[in-house]
């Protein structure tokens, strides 16, 4: 069964104090690993995918890295408009294609 | 959000009875799921369809049915709503499915049973 631990659950910021946000997981054969952003009220919107082992994508003050076992979300000098719920996601390789695993999420506060 | 629209945006029901939650896309994709998300157990998958009358069952799919007659339009039926079905439902679509594209959501649905 695949499975998708973030952490930590919830973190809090000052603006422009940098950090990682944590994503677990394991997967009967990675097809990609999935970053999302979602603010609430609001579905999730589709950050980065990552592929392979040493993958690495940025946008703006986010860079997302991917190891065999766990990927981090890096967030530089991060702005109070930053503040959102952070969801990862994987596809297996195997079985049937295209669905995603979702973790729980890391909610992030940043304060002015 | 652009290109998909879901409906109810909210609603309160009795327990015992059936619900229908719509998701609308206008985007052509061929892949559409319905997720529900609640708090501790993130986006669950419902059912999903790759195709006009071409569906399957997710994680959590008791309880639930879904028809898609149209590209466009992919339906959730709760046939006897229960206290457990309270959540927040999010519909998803997808071209070739999520490589390089990830899933387009929509707004959601914040369902409550009571």
């Known amino acids: 069964e695949d499975q998708v631990t973030q952490s930590p659950e919830a973190l809090r910021l000052q603006e422009g104090e940098s950090s990682s946000l944590n994503c677990s997981y394991t997967?009967?054969?990675?097809?990609?690993l999935f970053w999302y952003r979602q603010d609430p009220g609001k579905g999730p919107e589709f950050l980065f995918t990552l592929y392979s082992a040493g993958e690495e994508k940025e946008k703006e003050r986010l860079k997302a890295t991917l190891t065999k076992k766990e990927s981090f979300l890096h967030i530089t000098a991060p702005k109070p408009e930053d503040s959102a719920t952070y969801l990862c996601?994987?596809?297996?390789?195997?079985?049937?294609?295209?669905?995603?695993?979702f973790g729980s999420g890391t909610q992030l506060t940043v304060l002015p | 959000d652009a290109g998909i629209t879901q409906s109810p945006r909210h609603k309160v029901t009795e327990t015992g009875t059936p619900v229908t939650l719509r998701c609308h896309q206008t985007e052509n994709h061929r892949y559409m799921y319905w997720y529900r998300q609640d708090p501790g157990h993130g986006l669950r998958l419902i059912h999903y369809s790759y195709g006009v009358k071409d569906t399957d069952k997710g994680e959590v799919s008791d309880g639930y049915s879904v028809s898609r007659s149209k590209t466009e339009d992919f339906l959730l039926t709760l046939e006897s709503a229960t206290s457990s079905q309270t959540s927040v439902y999010f519909c998803?679509?997808?071209?070739?499915?999520?490589?390089?594209?990830?899933?387009?959501f929509g707004s959601g649905t914040r369902l409550t049973v009571v």
């Open positions: 996601a994987v596809q297996a390789s195997s079985g049937s294609a295209r669905q995603l695993t």
């Open positions: 997967v009967s054969g990675l097809r990609g």
């Open positions: 998803a679509i997808s071209a070739l499915g999520p490589r390089d594209y990830g899933y387009t």
